[in-house]
């Protein structure tokens, strides 16, 4: 959720609100939130993914959920891509500089280039 003060301008998103609902429900073990994951980061970067868009939130929750599926071995390639087609887009560019800062250590410094 958003910090916004005004409840109409609220911004609830899919990485924020899914592990609260998820123990509710009692969904599946992580492998099958990872699918959900990358499910949820197509669709934004289906609805959200162009150049034209300079939302670095709405930026920053396609890369955060696409980079949570641990399972995906090229999503560091894949994201790093995405980020490369909306090229001259500063929020992309930030938005996916913060989101790989937060999972850095999933990056091997050995095999940095390969995976980029």
């Known amino acids: 959720m958003s910090s916004e003060s005004d409840k109409s301008k609220r911004g609830y998103r899919v990485s924020r609100i899914l592990p609260y609902i998820i123990p509710t429900i009692q969904l599946p073990e992580k492998p099958k939130l990872y699918s959900l994951y990358r499910k949820a980061s197509d669709k934004l970067y289906e609805l959200w993914g162009s150049k034209e868009n300079r939302s670095e939130e709405q930026w920053r929750e396609i890369f955060r959920l696409a980079l949570a599926d641990k399972e995906n071995?090229?999503?560091?390639?894949?994201?790093?891509?995405?980020?490369?087609?909306?090229?001259?887009?500063?929020?992309?560019?930030?938005?996916?500089?913060?989101?790989?800062?937060?999972?850095?250590?999933?990056?091997?410094?050995?095999?940095?280039?390969?995976?980029?």
Not at 81 to 90: D, E, F, G, I, T
């Open 73 to 116: 071995q090229e999503r560091f390639r894949e994201q790093f891509s995405r980020m490369l087609k909306v090229q001259h887009n500063s929020e992309a560019n930030e938005a996916l500089e913060s989101e790989l800062r937060k999972v850095r250590f999933d990056l091997s410094e050995e095999n940095l280039c390969i995976q980029l």
